[in-house]
Nanobody, 127 residues
Framework: QVQLVESGGGLVQAGGSLRLSCAAS????????MGWFRQAPGKEREFVAA????????DYADSVKGRFTVSRDNARNTVYLQMNSLKPEDTAVYYC????????????????????WGQGTQVTVSS
């Protein structure tokens, strides 16, 4: 069983920044593929960013490219999402998720590929 705990959400004005953190349990965190997703009211959960099991692969949704950065600290079992130049349309509950399959090389854009999810953290961007 892997537990994921997000933190760092809040209220920020448009143009501002937030950094989300996701702390994971488990002794093999470096082998997890980690993803960030978000869900706005009335909308489906959507992919935001991913950090591959090797840490060398990162990927982003087009809507956040150039503004968001995903990183991980394997020594701290933590993945981060640095969000800059925030827009009102970034308002959502943000979730981190983990794929624990060893050296996963599948479709990490799909929510149903993920084995474990955090509880979510609210991000609200005011205009």
């Amino acid at each position: 069983q892997v537990q994921l705990v997000e933190s760092g959400g809040g209220l920020v004005q448009a143009g501002g920044s937030l950094r989300l953190s996701c702390a994971a349990s488990g002794r093999t965190f470096s082998s997890y593929t980690m993803g960030w997703f978000r869900q706005a009211p009335g909308k489906e959960r959507e992919f935001v960013a991913a950090s591959g099991w090797s840490g060398g692969i990162t990927d982003y949704a087009d809507s956040v490219k150039g503004r968001f950065t995903v990183s991980r600290d394997n020594a701290r079992n933590t993945v981060y999402l640095q969000m800059n130049s925030l827009k009102p349309e970034d308002t959502a509950v943000y979730y981190c998720a983990a794929i624990i399959r060893f050296r996963y090389r599948g479709n990490y854009y799909a929510p149903n590929e993920y084995d474990y999810w955090g509880q979510g953290t609210q991000v609200t961007v005011s205009s």
